[in-house]
Protein backbone atom coordinates (compact mmCIF):
# COMPACT_ATOMS: atom_id res chain seq x y z
CA UNK A 1 0.00 0.00 0.00
CA UNK A 2 0.91 3.65 -0.86
CA UNK A 3 -0.91 5.22 1.84
CA UNK A 4 -2.91 3.67 4.72
CA UNK A 5 -6.05 5.48 6.11
CA UNK A 6 -7.20 5.27 9.53
CA UNK A 7 -10.33 7.61 11.42
CA UNK A 8 -8.49 9.34 13.92
CA UNK A 9 -5.12 10.59 14.84
CA UNK A 10 -4.67 7.79 18.03
CA UNK A 11 -5.16 5.10 15.66
CA UNK A 12 -2.36 7.02 13.10
CA UNK A 13 -0.24 7.36 16.35
CA UNK A 14 -0.30 3.45 16.94
CA UNK A 15 0.67 2.99 13.21
CA UNK A 16 3.62 5.32 13.82
CA UNK A 17 4.66 3.92 17.11
CA UNK A 18 4.81 0.59 15.72
CA UNK A 19 7.62 1.79 13.46
CA UNK A 20 5.33 2.48 10.27
CA UNK A 21 6.58 4.11 7.32
CA UNK A 22 4.14 4.49 4.92
CA UNK A 23 1.91 7.76 4.63
CA UNK A 24 -0.90 7.55 6.52
CA UNK A 25 -4.47 9.18 6.33
CA UNK A 26 -6.71 10.22 8.95
CA UNK A 27 -10.39 10.47 7.99
CA UNK A 28 -11.92 12.04 10.78
CA UNK A 29 -11.74 15.96 10.99
CA UNK A 30 -8.17 17.32 13.17
CA UNK A 31 -8.54 20.00 14.59
CA UNK A 32 -5.57 20.19 17.01
CA UNK A 33 -2.60 17.78 17.79
CA UNK A 34 -0.78 17.66 21.11
CA UNK A 35 2.79 18.16 20.40
CA UNK A 36 3.73 15.13 22.46
CA UNK A 37 1.20 12.79 20.47
CA UNK A 38 2.84 10.69 17.85
CA UNK A 39 1.05 12.09 15.00
CA UNK A 40 2.46 15.45 15.80
CA UNK A 41 5.87 14.19 14.45
CA UNK A 42 4.09 12.81 11.49
CA UNK A 43 2.15 16.18 10.45
CA UNK A 44 5.73 18.09 10.56
CA UNK A 45 7.41 15.45 8.32
CA UNK A 46 4.81 15.16 6.14
CA UNK A 47 3.94 11.45 6.80
CA UNK A 48 0.67 12.24 8.22
CA UNK A 49 -2.40 13.59 5.59
CA UNK A 50 -5.25 15.23 7.01
CA UNK A 51 -8.81 15.41 5.43
CA UNK A 52 -10.48 18.85 5.38
CA UNK A 53 -14.52 18.88 5.67
CA UNK A 54 -15.45 22.44 5.29
CA UNK A 55 -14.69 25.99 5.49
CA UNK A 56 -14.20 26.56 8.98
CA UNK A 57 -12.15 22.81 9.11
CA UNK A 58 -9.87 24.44 6.20
CA UNK A 59 -9.39 27.60 8.78
CA UNK A 60 -8.57 25.18 11.89
CA UNK A 61 -5.80 23.48 9.74
CA UNK A 62 -4.34 26.67 8.27
CA UNK A 63 -4.17 27.68 11.74
CA UNK A 64 -2.67 24.66 12.79
CA UNK A 65 -0.07 24.69 9.82
CA UNK A 66 0.70 28.22 10.92
CA UNK A 67 0.84 27.19 14.86
CA UNK A 68 3.43 23.91 14.08
CA UNK A 69 5.43 26.11 11.27
CA UNK A 70 4.65 23.09 9.37
CA UNK A 71 3.52 22.87 5.89
CA UNK A 72 0.52 20.15 5.87
CA UNK A 73 -0.56 17.76 3.20
CA UNK A 74 -4.52 17.34 3.17
CA UNK A 75 -7.17 16.07 0.73
CA UNK A 76 -10.57 17.42 0.23
CA UNK A 77 -13.23 15.22 0.77
CA UNK A 78 -16.54 16.21 -1.15
CA UNK A 79 -20.04 15.11 -0.04
CA UNK A 80 -21.66 13.85 -3.58
CA UNK A 81 -24.29 12.17 -1.56
CA UNK A 82 -23.33 9.87 1.73
CA UNK A 83 -23.81 12.72 4.19
CA UNK A 84 -21.32 10.83 6.18
CA UNK A 85 -18.34 14.25 6.28
CA UNK A 86 -16.84 16.23 3.49
CA UNK A 87 -17.61 19.77 2.49
CA UNK A 88 -20.59 20.51 0.26
CA UNK A 89 -20.76 20.44 -3.11
CA UNK A 90 -21.39 23.96 -3.60
CA UNK A 91 -18.43 24.48 -1.32
CA UNK A 92 -15.48 22.19 -2.52
CA UNK A 93 -14.32 24.59 -5.27
CA UNK A 94 -13.73 27.12 -3.36
CA UNK A 95 -12.17 25.06 -0.36
CA UNK A 96 -9.70 23.42 -3.26
CA UNK A 97 -8.77 26.33 -5.22
CA UNK A 98 -8.09 28.20 -1.55
CA UNK A 99 -5.95 25.00 -0.89
CA UNK A 100 -3.86 26.27 -4.43
CA UNK A 101 -3.47 30.12 -4.15
CA UNK A 102 -0.07 30.47 -4.63
CA UNK A 103 -0.02 32.16 -1.23
CA UNK A 104 -1.20 29.02 0.69
CA UNK A 105 1.54 27.21 -0.51
CA UNK A 106 3.58 28.17 2.72
CA UNK A 107 0.95 25.91 5.02
CA UNK A 108 -1.49 23.43 3.25
CA UNK A 109 -0.37 21.14 0.12
CA UNK A 110 -3.40 19.55 -1.75
CA UNK A 111 -2.56 16.03 -2.05
CA UNK A 112 -6.13 14.14 -2.76
CA UNK A 113 -9.43 14.86 -3.25
CA UNK A 114 -11.92 12.06 -2.35
CA UNK A 115 -15.57 11.36 -1.97
CA UNK A 116 -17.54 8.41 -0.14
CA UNK A 117 -20.26 6.39 -2.23
CA UNK A 118 -23.20 5.86 -0.53
CA UNK A 119 -23.82 2.13 -2.05
CA UNK A 120 -21.49 0.74 -4.53
CA UNK A 121 -22.59 -2.91 -3.52
CA UNK A 122 -25.77 -2.79 -5.56
CA UNK A 123 -26.77 0.82 -6.80
CA UNK A 124 -24.83 1.78 -9.98
CA UNK A 125 -26.78 4.78 -11.46
CA UNK A 126 -26.12 6.21 -8.00
CA UNK A 127 -22.88 5.96 -7.54
CA UNK A 128 -22.24 6.90 -11.17
CA UNK A 129 -23.81 10.18 -10.30
CA UNK A 130 -22.04 10.69 -7.59
CA UNK A 131 -18.81 9.65 -9.89
CA UNK A 132 -20.46 11.92 -12.33
CA UNK A 133 -20.45 14.96 -9.46
CA UNK A 134 -16.87 14.56 -8.51
CA UNK A 135 -15.64 14.64 -12.19
CA UNK A 136 -17.90 18.16 -12.47
CA UNK A 137 -16.32 19.66 -9.77
CA UNK A 138 -12.74 18.69 -10.31
CA UNK A 139 -13.81 20.45 -14.21
CA UNK A 140 -14.75 23.38 -13.02
CA UNK A 141 -11.59 24.32 -11.05
CA UNK A 142 -9.73 27.51 -12.26
CA UNK A 143 -6.51 26.11 -11.99
CA UNK A 144 -6.16 21.67 -12.60
CA UNK A 145 -4.97 20.00 -9.88
CA UNK A 146 -1.47 18.27 -10.25
CA UNK A 147 -1.15 14.75 -11.84
CA UNK A 148 0.04 13.78 -8.33
CA UNK A 149 -3.08 14.80 -6.63
CA UNK A 150 -5.09 11.59 -5.57
CA UNK A 151 -8.42 11.33 -6.67
CA UNK A 152 -10.41 8.63 -5.02
CA UNK A 153 -13.30 7.19 -4.60
CA UNK A 154 -13.50 3.48 -4.92
CA UNK A 155 -14.37 1.56 -1.91
CA UNK A 156 -14.43 -2.30 -2.05
CA UNK A 157 -17.45 -2.65 -3.54
CA UNK A 158 -16.56 -0.33 -6.40
CA UNK A 159 -12.82 -1.45 -6.82
CA UNK A 160 -14.51 -5.14 -7.70
CA UNK A 161 -17.31 -3.83 -9.54
CA UNK A 162 -16.58 -0.79 -12.08
CA UNK A 163 -12.84 0.09 -13.33
CA UNK A 164 -14.34 3.62 -14.29
CA UNK A 165 -14.52 4.05 -10.60
CA UNK A 166 -10.62 3.63 -9.89
CA UNK A 167 -9.72 6.79 -10.97
CA UNK A 168 -5.44 7.20 -9.56
CA UNK A 169 -6.38 5.21 -6.21
CA UNK A 170 -8.66 2.67 -4.66
CA UNK A 171 -9.30 2.57 -0.97
CA UNK A 172 -9.78 -0.91 -0.10
CA UNK A 173 -11.62 -1.03 3.45
CA UNK A 174 -13.37 -4.66 4.05
CA UNK A 175 -10.89 -6.31 1.06
CA UNK A 176 -8.43 -6.38 3.57
CA UNK A 177 -10.13 -8.45 6.27
CA UNK A 178 -11.20 -10.90 3.14
CA UNK A 179 -14.60 -9.70 2.68
CA UNK A 180 -15.74 -9.33 -0.58
CA UNK A 181 -19.42 -8.00 -1.61
CA UNK A 182 -21.05 -10.11 -4.30
Same mark, same amino acid.
Given at each position: ?? *??? +? &? #?? /?????????????? $??? *??? +? &? #?? /?????????????? $?????HG?????????L?G?????????????????R?GC??G??K??????????R???????????????????E???????D??D???R???T??????????????????????????????????G??P?
Open positions: AQ *LLS +V &Y #SP /DEAGELLAAGVTTP $ILI *LAP +V &Y #SI /DRFHPVYRGLSSGL $IHLVVEEHLRALQSARYGARLNVQVKIDTGLHGEMDASLIEQILLPTKADLRLTGVMTHFVSAVDDALTRLQHRLGILSLSPIRPTCLVHEANTAAMVQWDWSHRNMVRVGLAWTTVS
